[in-house]
C-alpha cells in the first residue's frame, strides 16, 4: 500500500529517532547529534550518527543509514510495512486502510508455503516411509513429544516429492526456488533437501521462516548439515533457533549452543532458554537482539573443540558489546551438551550452569595454561598475554579486579600492571582509530552501485544532481531541460527517476518515501547522497554536473549518419535548450 504524506509526517513526529534508538543503544551526545557505536557491524570506536534536527541516522562505517522507519526495518529485521506498523503502534497511531502491495502478498505465500512444508515432512517422519528419519532420532534420545513440539521432519531421498506436493497446492517453481526449498542445475529444478532430518526455524512470531536438514546419506560428499539460503523472510544473522520457545522461559539467562540437537536435548531436560546460532558464529546482530529481550545473561555451551572455543571467545567480546554479561560452561568428559546430558543426566548439567565460570575467569585461566608462574619465564609470559587481554576489558572494576588478581598470582606491584594494562589501552584505541579510518577509506567493491568504480566522474556527477534536486525541488523543469544525457548507472538512476516522479505527483522531498521502494542498504547510500550537502545549492557545480552526463551521452550515442529524422530533430530540440 502507499502511505500518503500526512501519515509518514505524523509518524515520523510521533517517533522521535532519538527516543526510538535509545531503546536499542547507547548515545551520547556530540555537538549537535548523537554517536554510538554502530548495531549494525561490530566496532570498538563509535561511527553511528544521529541528528535530532533531520532525524536521520548514517553510520560512516558500514555505510547504514536513512530515517527512523529504515532504523527499525534494520534492527528489527522488519520489511517496510511491518516497520511502519511497528512505529505506528509504539505511537498508538491507527494504520490506514491496508491494500496489498504485491510485496506483502510474497512474504506471506512464502510463510504458507514452508507452513505446507513443515506439515509435509512431520507427516512423512511418522508414515512407513520416514523409518530411518524417525529411528535416528529415537536413537538420539528424543522422545516423540518432544519431537513434535520441535516439528521436527524427514525429506525423502527423493528429487522431487516435496516440488510435486507443493506444486498440486498452487505454488510455483519460482515461489519454492525463492524460498530456498528447491535447488537448480541446468536449468532443472529438484528438492533441495532430500534424505534428511528436518528442523524447521521458527521466528519470534512462532512462523516457519527457513529449514535444516541433517543428512541421512552415507555419501561423503555430501554436507552434514544443509540449511535454507537467505530468502526475504530469513536471515541467519538475525535470527536464532529455538527462540520462539525460549523467550518465554522463566530463566534470566539464555543458553547459547552450537547445533539444533544440543537445543532441543536441553529443552527435552528441561533447559527451556537454549537456544542456537543457526551454525554459525554469534553475530552483532544476535547479541544485541538478546540484548533487547531483557535477558542480561548467556551460558555458552559450545563444543570443547578449537572450533568451539574460539566460537565462545567471539560470542564472549560481542555480547560484551551489546551489554550482555557471559559464563562459560566447562565439560569434562562430553563435547557437548547433548552427550553430557545423556551421560550424566539433568542434575549434573545444572550443577554445571551453577559452577560455570564467568568469561573473564574463564579467559584469564586460558592464559595460564601451559605456563609455570613459579619461574621468571614463565611468569612474564603470563603477564604479557595478561595485560594485552586486560586492556580489552571496557568496565574498570572488572579491569580493577583482574589486575589485583594478576598481580596475587605472579607477585608483581599492581600498580605496575595497572601501568602497562593502561599504555596497552592507549594503543588499542589509536590502533582501532586508524583501522576504521582504513576500512572507510579503503575501496571495496561497491554492492549498492557496483557500475561506480567504472565511471567515477559521471557517477559523482549523477549524486550531485540528486542532491541539488532533492534540496532545490524547484529546478525540477530546468534540470530535466539541461539534462540530454542519461543516468549511466543503474542504482542512481533509480534514485533519480523515484525522486523525479515524487516531485512531479507534487509530493515534497523527504527521504522517508523512498523506504518504500528501497532496501534498508539502499536507503544508507540514499541518505548519504542527498546529506552530502557541500554543493547542494551551487547552481555552477549543478551545470558542470549536467554537462559532465550530457558529453558522457554524446561520445557514446550513435553516429549522426545512424540516426533517423526524428532522433536528428530530438538531438537538435536537446542542443538548442542546452545553450540557452
Known amino acids: 500500500?502507499?502511505?500518503?504524506?500526512?501519515f509518514l509526517r505524523d509518524l515520523h513526529d510521533n517517533n522521535d529517532i532519538i527516543s526510538v534508538a535509545q531503546g536499542y543503544v547507547e548515545l551520547k551526545r556530540s555537538g549537535s547529534s548523537y554517536m554510538c557505536r554502530c548495531p549494525f557491524h561490530s566496532e570498538k570506536s563509535p561511527s553511528c550518527s544521529f541528528s535530532p534536527d533531520k532525524q536521520l541516522f548514517h553510520c560512516f562505517g558500514c555505510g547504514a543509514g536513512g530515517d527512523v522507519i529504515t532504523f527499525i526495518r534494520l534492527i528489527e529485521n522488519l520489511e517496510y510495512m511491518d516497520a511502519v506498523?511497528?512505529?505506528?503502534?509504539?505511537?498508538?497511531?491507527p494504520m490506514p486502510e491496508d491494500k496489498d502491495d504485491g510485496t506483502a502478498r510474497k512474504r506471506q505465500r512464502m510463510y504458507e508455503m514452508n507452513r505446507e512444508a513443515g506439515k509435509y515432512f512431520h507427516k512423512l517422519l511418522f508414515s512407513e516411509e520416514g523409518t530411518a528419519g524417525l529411528n535416528y532420532l529415537r536413537n538420539r534420545g528424543l522422545s516423540d513429544h518432544t519431537i513434535r513440539k520441535f516439528g521436527l521432519g524427514y525429506a525423502l531421498d527423493d528429487y522431487h516429492n516435496l516440488h510435486f506436493y507443493l506444486k498440486n497446492l498452487g505454488f510455483s517453481d519460482f515461489e519454492m526456488a525463492d524460498g530456498s526449498l528447491l535447488a537448480t542445475n541446468n536449468n532443472k529444478m529438484y528438492d533441495k533437501f532430500r534424505n534428511r532430518v528436518m528442523f524447521p526455524i521458527f521466528d519470534t512470531r512462532g512462523n516457519i521462516a527457513a529449514f535444516g536438514g541433517r543428512t541421512l546419506s552415507e555419501d561423503k560428499n555430501s554436507p552434514k548439515y544443509l540449511n535454507s539460503a537467505e530468502t526475504m523472510i530469513f536471515s541467519k544473522s538475525n535470527m536464532l533457533f529455538a527462540l520462539n520457545n525460549a523467550k518465554n522461559s522463566k530463566a534470566d539467562y539464555f543458553i547459547?549452543?552450537?547445533?539444533?540437537?544440543?537445543?532441543?536435548?536441553?529443552?527435552?531436560?528441561?533447559?527451556?532458554?537454549?537456544?542456537?546460532?543457526?551454525?554459525?558464529?554469534?553475530t552483532a546482530q544476535q547479541s544485541n537482539m538478546i540484548s533487547r529481550l531483557g535477558k542480561k545473561e548467556v551460558i555458552l555451551s559450545y563444543d570443547s573443540d578449537e572450533a568451539g572455543q574460539k566460537a565462545a571467545s567471539r560470542a564472549i567480546n560481542l555480547l560484551s558489546e551489546a551489554g550482555v554479561r557471559a559464563r562459560i560452561l566447562r565439560m569434562d568428559g562430553a563435547k557437548d551438551p547433548d552427550e553430557f546430558i545423556k551421560k550424566f543426566g539433568a542434575d549434573a548439567f545444572t550443577m554445571l550452569i551453577e559452577k560455570s565460570a564467568g568469561a573473564i575467569d574463564y579467559q584469564m585461566d586460558k592464559l595460564a595454561q601451559g605456563l609455570d608462574?613459579?619461574?621468571?619465564?614463565?611468569?612474564?609470559?603470563?603477564?604479557?598475554?595478561?595485560?594485552?587481554?586486560?586492556?580489552?576489558?571496557?568496565?574498570?572494576?572488572?579491569?580493577?579486579?583482574?589486575?589485583?588478581?594478576?598481580?596475587?598470582?605472579?607477585?608483581?606491584?599492581?600498580?605496575?600492571?595497572?601501568?602497562?594494562?593502561?599504555?596497552?589501552?592507549?594503543?588499542?584505541?589509536?590502533?582501532?582509530?586508524?583501522?576504521?579510518?582504513?576500512?572507510?577509506?579503503?575501496?571495496?567493491?561497491?554492492?549498492?552501485?557496483?557500475?561506480?568504480?567504472?565511471?567515477?566522474?559521471?557517477?559523482?556527477?549523477?549524486?550531485?544532481?540528486?542532491?541539488?534536486?532533492?534540496?532545490?525541488?524547484?529546478?525540477?523543469?530546468?534540470?530535466?531541460?539541461?539534462?540530454?544525457?542519461?543516468?549511466?548507472?543503474?542504482?542512481n538512476k533509480k534514485v533519480y527517476e523515484f525522486l523525479t516522479n515524487m516531485l512531479k505527483n507534487g509530493a515534497a522531498p523527504d527521504i522517508s518515501l523512498f523506504n518504500e521502494e528501497f532496501a534498508p542498504t539502499e536507503m544508507g547510500r540514499i541518505t548519504q547522497i542527498v546529506g552530502d550537502t557541500t554543493f547542494a545549492n551551487d547552481k555552477a557545480a549543478l551545470m558542470d554536473y549536467?554537462?559532465?552526463?550530457?558529453?558522457?551521452?554524446?561520445?557514446?550515442?550513435?553516429?549522426?549518419?545512424?540516426?533517423?529524422?526524428?532522433?536528428?530533430?530530438?538531438?537538435?530540440?536537446?542542443?538548442?535548450?542546452?545553450?540557452?
Open 85 to 93: 506498523r511497528f512505529l505506528a503502534q509504539r505511537a498508538g497511531m
Open 1 to 6: 500500500m502507499r502511505l500518503s504524506e500526512d
Open 256 to 282: 547459547l549452543c552450537e547445533g539444533y540437537m544440543d537445543v532441543i536435548s536441553l529443552h527435552q531436560a528441561g533447559f527451556d532458554s537454549a537456544v542456537a546460532s543457526l551454525g554459525t558464529s554469534l
Open 546 to 580: 549536467i554537462e559532465v552526463l550530457n558529453n558522457y551521452g554524446a561520445s557514446s550515442g550513435k553516429n549522426i549518419d545512424e540516426m533517423s529524422d526524428d532522433e536528428l530533430l530530438e538531438m537538435a530540440h536537446k542542443l538548442k535548450e542546452k545553450r540557452k
Open 373 to 491: 608462574l613459579n619461574s621468571d619465564d614463565g611468569k612474564a609470559a603470563y603477564l604479557k598475554k595478561a595485560v594485552a587481554f586486560l586492556a580489552e576489558i571496557n568496565s574498570d572494576l572488572d579491569r580493577a579486579v583482574y589486575i589485583s588478581r594478576t598481580s596475587k598470582n605472579t607477585d608483581i606491584p599492581s600498580e605496575t600492571i595497572k601501568t602497562a594494562v593502561e599504555e596497552a589501552r592507549k594503543r588499542n584505541r589509536r590502533y582501532a582509530h586508524r583501522r576504521e579510518q582504513a576500512q572507510i577509506m579503503r575501496p571495496t567493491a561497491d554492492r549498492i552501485n557496483p557500475e561506480a568504480h567504472k565511471l567515477p566522474k559521471e557517477e559523482r556527477a549523477e549524486r550531485g544532481i540528486i542532491c541539488f534536486l532533492y534540496h532545490n525541488p524547484d529546478a525540477l523543469e530546468r534540470i530535466t531541460a539541461k539534462l540530454t544525457g542519461d543516468f549511466v548507472t543503474s542504482f
